[in-house]
Structures are given as C-alpha cells and as structure tokens.
C-alpha cells in the first residue's frame, strides 16, 4: 500500500463502491417507502421520529470502526490477514456496544419527546424494536465490514477511499429493513 495514493487512485478506488452505495441506497429508499414500512410507521407512534438517528447512528458508529481498522491496517498494528487479536476484539466488542447503548438511548429519547409533544407511545414497543434492529443490523453491519476492510487491504484498496460510502448503505439498507423486523417481532410479543 502505498503511501500516496494520487487523485485518480481515490476515484478508480471509490467510484465502483459509490455507484454501488447508489443503488443501494434506492433500494433503501423502496423499502422505506414501502406499504409495510408506512403501515409500520402509522401503528409505531415515534417510529418516524427515530428514523434518522437510528440510521446515523449505524454510520457514526461502524463508521469510527471502520475508520480504526483502517489506521491499524496502515500502522501495522492489525495483520491484513485477520487475525483476532485483543485490538481487533476490543474494537469490534466496542462499536457493538456503542450501537446497542446509543439505540436504546434513542428508543428512550424518542419516547420522552413523544410525551413532551403530548402524544402517545409505547417505552417498551420502542425499545424492542430497537434492541433487535440494533442487534441485526450490528451483525451485518460486521458481516459486511469486516470483509470489506481486510479483503479490500489484501487487494491493494485503501480502505479509507471505501469504507464511508459502504457503511452508510449498508446501515440504511439494514438499518430500514431491521426496523421492519423490529416491529414484527414487536407485534409478535406485545
């Protein structure tokens, strides 16, 4: 990996992972502005307010791990080859818990703001639906990253020039569909 990478090695290297993301992300937007999502979003009240963190919240979070595993990479402080090392373990148990700590604090904020708004809505309902679509999406966030950086490294990519657009489609593209799961398993149990 070179040190320099010119601005033509940035494009060659990002551009495909964009036009991917791109797609993606219409494909995300389909799911959001599916029947099952609008009839979610009208039977959750506060479902619509917690949207977007949530979906930030998979970019912030597997964002900063990405970033992380990257300078490790560059450093010489993990092995491209994917070692599990105390470094890399620490990392990965970290960003989980991020997630799974933020999102619950978002179900908790979200269901404040409904009631300071003078609306109804259900704590326990939100935190389900959270906690799984945390969970999920934590566990393909993972599935894809992972591979993505040290696959990537191997192959001569800069996982900097990759990491940002594959992270922010893959949290929506799962983060949107693990909500619709949230709730069914809501539905399920409540």
């Known amino acids: 990996m070179t040190g320099h990478d010119s601005a033509v090695d940035i494009y060659r290297q990002a551009l495909p992972v964009i036009l991917v993301s791109l797609v993606a992300g ?12 609008r009839e979610g979003i009208s039977r959750v009240p506060g479902l619509l307010l917690l949207l977007p963190a949530f979906l930030a919240t998979r970019g912030g979070v597997y964002g900063s791990l990405g970033a ?3 300078s490790g990479l560059h450093q010489g402080l993990l092995d491209p080859h994917f070692e599990w090392s105390g470094r890399l373990r620490n990392a ?10 933020v999102s619950l604090f978002i179900a908790v904020l979200t269901w404040v703001v409904m009631l300071a708004l003078g ?12 906690f799984v679509a945390a969970l999920l999406s934590a566990v393909a966030m993972l599935g894809v990253l992972l591979p993505v950086i040290f696959k990537g490294y191997r192959r001569g990519l800069d996982p900097d020039n990759v990491i940002g657009p594959v992270v922010t489609t893959v949290g929506d593209v799962f983060g949107v569909f693990f909500l619709l799961v949230g709730i069914a398993v809501t539905e399920a149990l409540l």
């Open 92 to 101: 990965i148990i970290a960003s989980f818990l991020n997630g799974m700590i």
């Open 119 to 130: 609306r109804e809505a259900a704590l326990l309902e939100l935190v389900i639906i959270l």
């Open 68 to 70: 992380r595993l990257s």
């Open 26 to 37: 219409l494909f995300a937007g389909t799911l959001l502005g599916s029947e099952t999502m």
